[in-house]
């Protein structure tokens, strides 16, 4: 059959991150003739080796090629050399933000055979999907010092929240809550402490809801929720949350689900006003980089959430399945490199 | 010998609070005269009930009263008849402003005996103190709403911080950290997106810690530190964070040693200008008040505590070591009422 082309920016950044996508790129490959898609891709050079040659984070004239992509994938950006903030905030957060990536998609769920370090779970029991908002909250940089390196300086952050934004996240929220079985949608926030933002989620989730009747919904504290997480996983389907407090518990939710080697996410504009960015949501960890220790089934799985933005729902189904059952075996399996478990599973999508 | 007499404000307040204090108060009770102590106890009637009955949280009188008290033993507070963040943010955070408690201090650490959800974790694995900043950062209140319920609404919270604020709790976790065996103290922040603040943090953190060359310092983020509390909670001592991520990453602390029954905590103010206030990190229960059926471990733990702060450290010590010798012994025991646990814990004190 005829193949339709994607136009793919690959970033494959710093440290592990060229590894990993290595892999991804390998199974994407592997699984796209299967669906009748072909992957035109341009490899982007940003990170820290870029910034440290040019000074530069994310050039306008970069952002606008991205513009023009249909789809991005990232590996990871950063090291120590960086001074903390420079990349996070002017290559990753600045995607995300003119890109209008509203949605930050992050599955939760244990694979058979993965070990939780949570004792008494079964693998049905951690299941659920976090839709954190992306593009608002205490994410903004809107903030500042006054009296810097003085005993007399302040300084401040502002989180900032708005109906349009907080709406359009929480019904997209709804949609994937009404979209799974359990049709149960928690809102994590502070309500009690942050009154303002708080009271904005809660009554949009409540306007909002009046149009699911089908979805249930629910309201835990961040900090209850983070202890939920920990000994009731099974109380949560699809959650929705601001962009700080989803940070936080889907690296619990990481944790909980068999490590940060595993965990996926995507950078979603659902209104396809500009490309939709899925990375693995660990970083560059510099310390195993070169070594082919990398574990880069969270970017498969990335990869995996790609395909179905791109509308190849069977292909995304063929990888997941394809990870579920090379996770399955691995036990068994000892020690093997970045390139095996890539190998692994591209030779599973195919056969 | 004679006794010393020390003013005690007690709050029950609400759900599982006035069941839980009157435990608390009957081990005080019972190890006080051990330590020549007496304690002069005045009971406030302040929370949920109060607030329907008369529409106040924390009246200005009352307020003025707590100052002239020497500490203050505090249950819980809460209802959901009671509009979220009234009883937050009117008494509770209240009492901490006011009261300068700039320190919210709560230990995390896995008594023998005791289950914990997470698997292959041996006892000494979780012992760390957390020190929560405990009156600035996002909890300060300020911020607002425009165009509240409109399309165009935009609600926005401020967190504020200050030299003066991040000092001087950042010099307390440093005294803390230096007077424990490891001598660690590791910063919990997310100084790679909230860049103003988190920036300021790391500058008072290396320049208080050239004071202090015998304690090893530590930057994890907020994201990263809850996964590590999940499947490396070996990695931390002494904690020192902000009010939000305090809260946060305690919640998980209660979480993973054995539970939000356990968990007890204080809100210092170690210039004592004001009285502190040591409170069980719990919350009211409403679900299960008036039943018996709530652990006053937490709050029994958070006089501990109290008794620390008002010098007697031997008595700190007893009540300490009743409780870890009461729970040793539970799982054995089949379920006790809140009573029962109660005057175990205080036979022990004494016996
Ligand atoms: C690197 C950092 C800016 C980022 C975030 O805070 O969103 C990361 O932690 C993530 O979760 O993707
Ligand atoms: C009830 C609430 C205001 C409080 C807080 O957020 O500090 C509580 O969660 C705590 O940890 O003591």
Redesign the pocket.
């Known amino acids: 059959m005829a193949s339709r082309s994607i136009r793919l920016a690959v970033i494959p950044g710093d440290g592990i991150g060229p590894e990993v996508v290595a892999e991804g790129l390998k199974v994407l490959e592997a699984v796209a003739p299967t669906s009748g898609l072909a992957f035109e891709q341009t490899s982007y050079d940003l990170g820290a080796a870029r910034w440290h040659r040019t000074g530069e984070t994310l050039p306008d004239t970069v952002l606008d090629e991205l513009r023009e992509q249909e789809v991005i994938l990232l590996g990871a950006v950063?090291d120590p050399s960086v001074p903390s903030g420079v990349l996070?905030r002017g290559l990753?957060?600045r995607t995300r933000f003119e890109l209008d990536h509203y949605v930050?998609l992050r599955p939760v769920k244990l694979f058979p055979g993965v070990t939780t370090p949570l004792s008494g779970v079964k693998t049905d029991d951690i299941d659920m999907v976090v839709v954190r908002e992306g593009t608002e909250g205490p994410?903004t940089g809107v903030g500042g010092v006054l009296r810097k390196g003085t005993p007399h300086e302040v300084a401040t952050q502002e989180s900032v929240n708005t109906a349009f934004g907080v709406e359009r996240v929480v019904r997209y929220a709804f949609e994937v809550a009404a979209s799974r079985p359990r049709k149960k949608l928690t809102l994590v926030h502070k309500d009690n402490v942050l009154t303002f933002a708080g009271d904005l989620y809660q009554r949009v989730l409540k306007r909002v809801g009046e149009e699911y009747p089908q979805v249930s919904t629910d309201y835990v504290h961040v900090d209850a929720a983070t202890m939920f997480f920990v000994n009731q996983p099974q109380r949560f389907d699809t959650v929705v949350t601001d962009?700080l407090f989803g940070?936080i518990i889907?690296?619990i939710g990481a944790a909980i689900a068999g490590g940060i080697g595993l965990a996926a996410?995507g950078n979603v504009n659902p209104d396809r006003t500009a490309p939709s960015m899925f990375?693995p949501?660990h970083?560059s960890a510099p310390d195993i980089a070169g070594q082919g220790k990398a574990d880069p089934t969270a970017t498969i799985l990335s990869v995996a959430m790609l395909l179905d933005h791109v509308g190849a729902a069977g292909a995304a189904r063929r990888v997941e399945q394809a990870v579920s059952d090379d996770l399955a075996e691995r036990a068994g399996l000892g020690a093997r490199s970045t390139a095996q478990i890539g190998d692994a599973i591209a030779k599973r999508v195919t056969g």
Do not use: F, K, Q
């Open positions: 950063g996070e990753l957060l930050n994410y962009n940070d889907t690296d996410s990375e949501v970083g």
